[in-house]
């Protein structure tokens, strides 16, 4: 326990939300990307505590840990780094998490490769982190473990005869059965998640669909309560399965927005296109991501809407992601060629329809771009939630954009009321709801997002880590040692 009486919060996560990288032969620590980073950070920074998790080196050695202790004694939380070789990271990050539980998890099973290669080096892997968790931690600490690559660490905590407070939370979605049931190693899986206090999930369908899964593979199981959290009783243990919506800081995106430097930006952004109507798609670099298919939906706004030739600009900023991996580099070169394609098809002197960006931006040029579009296109073929949709809303300052949104994406569950749905595999339906979009009446547009912004400010990523807390140890941030009080009222 803290001087304060209080329990010690301990993150766990395939990555640490820095990384260490080789510059000119020396080391340093840089800041990482992505949406666990970008959810959890800003709590952990302001609530104090440690971070588990890889360095993204395999070779910095020595160096790694005095290089976070540097970094930690600005950040304001510990940092620990679990190293992993060459061989580990093949074959358990690329392999297990993102060969096999990635393109299964999101209904992609004819993208898996079942290795039983990978599955071991998963299990090892496991076993380290857990031993890594035993060792820097005490019984009073409560363990939250994130996501897909970490499912078997309430187990081997056990198997060591380790006893302490587990959560998990997944951040993609869990499969429906049948698609669940083609992992060869089902069972144990799903059984390793049993062995957590609390298990997370982004949606009331995810949670429903562990627990149909569950009962197939072990049946029996017997689930009491309803709501947000239930209990799960399971061969003489007990259990809960939760559902908790991730979110974003909104203040923190909503003060950028209304910074008059980023304000300004977006306005340059739009004189820069002359004052036409800006559709704009954010992501990460991935299949998941449904970019091919919305720049398909776009060649197909051009060509059944003529007249919005000239009037509209798509801007599709893609961050860097897994680009050792031949897959996504495959879809880099897809999604270049279409861009190529309709460019070529559609533009005229003075005016190019798509604007490609394949970088990571500063969070301040990205809510420029938020803050500067009229349309938001958010169109995962299927994602645990999707933050983008979120930050969009956050950045909309004006609230007179529109949110159109996959109904496969997470986030849909909670924002479907006022967001415009879309299915990412339906162009047509797509570039319809676009150019419906284009059209909506002003004051409509107002109301939907009010309340998307309503929505997101009131459920917020400190209501998300409040929710989680809550139901997992009965406690809420303000029983975590504080760095920085203020900063938790105001939200
Ligand atoms: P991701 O799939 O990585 O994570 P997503 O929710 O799509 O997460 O968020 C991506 C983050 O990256 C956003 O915060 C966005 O601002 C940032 N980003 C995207 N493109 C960028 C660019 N070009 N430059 C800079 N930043 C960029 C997983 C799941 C999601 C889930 C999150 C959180 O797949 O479904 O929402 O975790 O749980």
């Known amino acids: 326990m803290t001087d304060t009486g209080m329990r010690r919060l301990v993150v766990v996560s395939n990555r640490l939300p820095v990384a260490l990288k080789q510059i000119d032969g020396e080391w340093t620590v840089q800041g990482g990307a992505g949406g666990l980073v970008t959810a959890l950070a800003p709590v952990l920074k302001n609530r104090g505590g440690l971070w588990i998790g890889w360095d993204g080196a395999s070779g910095a050695g020595e160096d790694s840990q005095r290089l976070l202790d540097d970094f930690s004694a600005d950040a304001g939380y510990d940092l620990k780094s679990v190293p992993l070789s060459e061989e580990d990271v093949q074959k358990y990050y690329f392999g297990f998490s993102n060969e096999i539980i990635w393109p299964l998890f999101h209904d992609l099973q004819t993208r898996c490769r079942f290795d039983p290669e990978y599955w071991r080096s998963y299990l090892d892997v496991n076993f380290r982190f857990a031993e890594t968790v035993a060792r820097m931690t005490s019984s009073d600490d409560f363990i939250w473990v994130h996501d897909y690559h970490l499912m078997h660490q309430a187990f081997f905590l056990k198997s060591m005869g380790i006893k302490r407070s587990t959560g998990f939370f997944l951040h993609i979605p869990f499969p429906p059965p049948d698609i669940f049931l083609k992992l060869p190693w089902r069972q144990k899986l799903i059984l390793a998640l049993t062995e957590f206090d609390l298990v997370g999930f982004q949606t009331t369908q995810d949670r429903d669909n562990f627990i149909k899964s569950l009962n197939m593979l072990s049946p029996g199981a017997e ?27 909104f203040n923190q995106f909503a003060d950028m927005a209304g910074d008059p430097e980023v304000a300004h930006k977006a306005f340059q952004i739009r004189e820069a296109l002359k004052h036409r109507k800006i559709i704009i798609g954010v992501d990460r670099l991935d299949y998941t991501k ?17 007249d919005l030739r000239g009037k509209i600009n798509f801007i599709q900023i893609a961050v860097p992601s897994r680009e050792d991996v031949d897959e996504y580099r495959d879809l880099r070169d897809e999604i270049e060629l279409l861009v190529g394609r309709v460019n070529g098809e559609f533009s005229i002197p003075g005016w190019v329809p798509v604007h490609y960006h394949y970088r990571g931006l500063p969070q301040r040029e990205l809510a420029s771009y938020y803050a500067a579009a009229d349309i938001a296109l958010v169109t995962p073929l299927r994602d645990g939630m999707n933050l983008v949709a979120k930050e969009y809303c956050a950045c909309n300052m004006k609230e007179a954009g529109v949110l159109i949104l996959s109904e496969f994406a997470g986030a849909a569950a909670q924002m479907q009321e006022w967001a415009y749905l879309v299915n990412p595999y339906d162009f047509e ?5 676009i150019h419906r979009a284009l059209h909506w009446d002003v004051e409509e547009r107002r109301e939907s997002m009010h309340e998307l912004r309503e929505h997101v ?35």
């Open 223 to 249: 689930v009491e309560g309803e709501g947000a959290v239930v209990s799960v009783r399971l061969r003489g243990r007990e259990f809960q399965a939760g559902t908790f919506p991730i979110s974003i800081d």
């Open 290 to 306: 449904g970019i091919p298919e919305r720049i398909l939906a776009i060649r197909e706004l051009l060509r059944h809407y003529p």
């Open 429 to 433: 339906g797509v570039a319809k709801a």
């Open 457 to 491: 400010r009131g459920h917020n990523i400190y209501w998300w880590v409040d929710s989680f807390l809550q139901a997992g140890i009965s406690k809420n941030l303000q029983d975590f040692p504080a760095v920085d009080t203020v900063r938790f009222e105001e939200n």
